[in-house]
């Protein structure tokens, strides 16, 4: 690999790790290690690779390499004649990320409706048009959420018709 794009996927490394860190909430390395093996591929990397690229010492990278594999977000194979274990990404793992993007998009949804209808049940008791709830805001964002959760239902389907072709 040339020099040029080491030095690019080391700055990518860092940015979605900083992204991965706080979406997940992981410590630095664990998001470190996890953006290294997702920029790497399907070909997987080693844990002598990843105390190298990420300069880290072996029992941070082996803490942080167990706590992912016990969270279900990365996996490892192993190669005839090569005693190396290779981390890969869970393929499930976009999958339940998927998943819990919808329950909360549905929460949000349910607790939206529940507010709209008490706002309009408070409308409907008064008279003074200048003290009713708008509820716009409301319905936009319950479209919002239906078109969304349509499209990343889309996507899922998308993604489990692949790797059932793996």
Same mark, same amino acid.
């Given at each position: 690999?040339?020099?040029?794009?080491?030095?690019?996927?080391?700055?990518?490394?860092?940015?979605?790790?900083?992204?991965?860190?706080?979406?997940?909430?992981?410590?630095?390395?664990?998001?470190?290690?996890?953006?290294?093996?997702?920029?790497?591929?399907?070909?997987?990397?080693?844990?002598?690779?990843?105390?190298?690229?990420?300069?880290?010492?072996?029992?941070?990278?082996?803490?942080?390499?167990?706590?992912?594999?016990?969270?279900?977000?990365?996996?490892?194979?192993?190669?005839?004649?090569?005693?190396? &274990?290779?981390?890969?990404?869970?393929? @499930? /793992?976009? =999958? #339940?990320?998927? !998943?819990?993007?919808?329950?909360?998009?549905?929460?949000?949804?349910?607790?939206?409706?529940?507010?709209?209808?008490?706002?309009?049940?408070?409308?409907?008791?008064?008279?003074?048009?200048?003290? &009713?709830?708008?509820?716009?805001?409301? @319905? /936009?964002? =319950? #479209?919002?959420? !239906?078109?969304?959760?349509?499209?990343?239902?889309?996507?899922?389907?998308?993604?489990?018709?692949?790797?059932?072709?793996?």
């Amino acid at each position: 690999m040339n020099h040029n794009v080491c030095t690019q996927k080391q700055a990518l490394v860092e940015k979605l790790g900083v992204l991965i860190e706080n979406k997940e909430q992981l410590a630095p390395v664990a998001a470190r290690i996890l953006s290294y093996i997702i920029l790497t591929g399907k070909v997987g990397t080693t844990f002598e690779d990843l105390v190298t690229k990420l300069c880290a010492s072996k029992s941070t990278i082996s803490t942080h390499l167990n706590h992912l594999q016990d969270l279900k977000k990365i996996v490892y194979f192993t190669k005839a004649g090569d005693r190396k &274990k290779y981390f890969v990404m869970n393929s @499930d /793992n976009i =999958i #339940q990320n998927i !998943d819990a993007i919808i329950e909360t998009w549905s929460l949000q949804k349910q607790l939206h409706m529940e507010i709209k209808e008490y706002k309009e049940a408070m409308n409907s008791k008064t008279t003074d048009e200048t003290s &009713k709830f708008d509820l716009d805001f409301h @319905d /936009n964002y =319950i #479209q919002f959420l !239906d078109e969304a959760t349509k499209s990343i239902l889309e996507l899922k389907t998308k993604i489990t018709n692949n790797i059932s072709k793996i």
